[in-house]
């Protein structure tokens, strides 16, 4: 079983950026299609973005333009840079390994003025 850590949320301005992180355990991390997922208060999870082993990516439509995920299978971490944050991209993000079980802890990102 692969286990995830999330870090690098915090409180940012509209306009700003924040790079999140999510460190894999496990030496097969490079085979596994990983995500980052959001939810924010009183709604569904959603898809924000998703990086194949292969390093092909796919983006949610509120998101493309100004979020870029990618991978670097040497440091098993899958990594989400968010630029020009918006109050409504505020939720709870988590990490995950597409077709398991597994899923980080989650990081809140809280954009605000």
């Known amino acids: 079983q692969v286990q995830l850590v999330e870090s690098g949320g915090g409180l940012v301005q509209p306009g700003g950026s924040l790079r999140l992180s999510c460190a894999a355990s496990?030496?097969?991390?490079?085979?596994?299609?990983m995500g980052w997922y959001r939810q924010a208060p009183g709604k569904q999870r959603e898809l924000v973005a998703t990086?194949?082993?292969?390093?092909?990516?796919n983006y949610a439509d509120p998101v493309k333009g100004r979020f870029t995920i990618s991978r670097d299978n040497a440091k098993n971490t899958v990594y989400l840079q968010m630029n020009n944050l918006k109050p409504e991209d505020t939720a709870v993000y988590y990490c995950?390994?597409?077709?398991?079980?597994?899923w980080g802890q989650g990081t809140q990102v809280t954009v605000s003025s």
């Open positions: 995950h390994t597409l077709n398991t079980p597994n």
């Open positions: 496990g030496s097969i991390f490079r085979l596994y299609t």
């Open positions: 990086v194949r082993n292969g390093g092909t990516t």
